[in-house]
């Protein structure tokens, strides 16, 4: 099978691998698609994959083989499965932190999601992996791991039940998915999205947002003006740094929540004054990837048609494409990129 296989310099290559064959309880799927995501450019951007490495976890497979003992999916099946399964049972899982559970780390798909041929360990088989209905898209089913990510990020914010207005910083796939599972949860909240790149904006206006350039003062007067001078509750950062934490922090209202969501550049400080935060009691928190409880909510919004977010794919690439995929995605020429195998 053609695998695309990190080099160390940061690039991809297709090269050839055996297929593997699923043990019990596994499951073998062949691709038909798998997003480009922010985490795998920013692997390859810092060079952090080991030579031979295969990226991608954000996959639509079809069943080719099923493992001895597996009775929940027939061949042909359209499927979903993550790449991280937490335990459920350990103490970080207890305690609600199940993302940094040393098994949620383990990558149940082998050898990564941009491959011709994909495994799924038992682990995903048993508790994570969907049948995706007919009437759903590949590309809509695609979006049900980020999703996850996006849902974790929401729930973390601790919204209110009364609708309030809510900030994201950058227009890019995961900025516009938040806004578009947000729209899906709390239709009547108000969402301002946050870029410097205008087409950006205008893309994120189209799918119902109101926008602003960035600047921390315009930024706040959208939010006074539109919150009435209270301020927003949650800002979700999806850029990451502190230049963007900085302005979306500077439009929360007292007891808002800012929400982390991306990387920042390595060891780089906040550089925020802390003084606002004791006496706003505003919150900064952390969100990392997805649990299976948000995987099955975004699992059951997607499956319903509550949730689609096609239209933030903009290309459908074959996998010997992917540099071209990282190079469109690097230079934000692209938002969400789908690589299949189908144009070899
Ligand atoms: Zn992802
Ligand atoms: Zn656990």
Not at 14 to 42: H, K, M, N, Q, Y
Not at 89 to 102: D, F, P
Not at 180 to 199: A, G
Not at 245 to 271: D, I, M, Y
């Amino acid at each position: 099978m053609k695998v695309a296989a990190c080099d160390d310099d940061g690039s991809v290559r297709i090269v050839e691998r055996d297929v593997p064959s699923p043990a019990r309880g596994e499951l073998l799927l062949r691709l038909r698609w798998c997003g480009l995501c922010g985490t795998d450019l920013f692997k390859l951007n810092n060079k952090l994959p080991a030579a031979g490495t295969v990226l991608g976890h954000e996959i639509v497979g079809e069943v080719v083989e099923r493992g001895e003992g597996v009775v929940a999916f027939n061949l042909g099946d359209r499927v979903l499965s993550p790449h991280h399964v937490a335990c459920g049972v350990c103490r970080l899982c207890r305690r609600g932190a199940s993302t940094k559970c040393a098994a949620f780390l383990e990558n149940l798909l082998e050898p990564g999601g941009f491959s011709e041929f994909v495994l799924v360990r038992a682990r995903a088989v048993r508790a994570a992996t969907w049948r995706v209905p007919d009437h759903i898209t590949d590309a809509a089913a695609s979006f049900l791991e980020p999703a996850a990510c996006v849902l974790r990020g929401i729930d973390r914010a601790k919204l209110t039940e009364e609708p309030g207005a809510v900030v994201i910083m950058g227009a890019g796939s995961m900025g516009l998915l938040h806004l578009l599972v947000l729209q899906s949860l709390m239709p009547e909240w108000k969402v301002i999205v946050c870029d410097p790149i205008r087409e950006r904006l205008e893309f994120a206006r189209g799918l119902g947002a109101i926008t602003c350039d960035s600047d921390p003062v315009k930024l706040r007067n959208i939010v006074d003006r539109l919150t009435d001078c209270l301020g927003a509750d949650a800002v979700f950062d999806t850029v990451g740094g502190s230049g963007p934490l900085r302005t979306g922090v500077s439009a929360l209202r007292p007891g808002g929540t800012a929400v982390l969501f991306a990387h920042g550049a390595e060891a780089e400080p906040a550089g925020f004054e802390l003084n606002p935060f004791f006496k706003g009691e505003q919150r900064v928190v952390g969100s990392y990837s997805g649990g299976l409880d948000e995987q099955r909510r975004i699992a059951d919004l997607i499956f319903r048609g509550k949730l689609d977010a096609s239209p933030l794919v903009t290309d459908f690439m074959p996998l010997a494409r992917i540099n071209a995929a990282v190079k469109l995605t690097r230079e934000h020429k692209a938002l969400k990129i789908l690589l299949g195998p189908e144009v070899w």
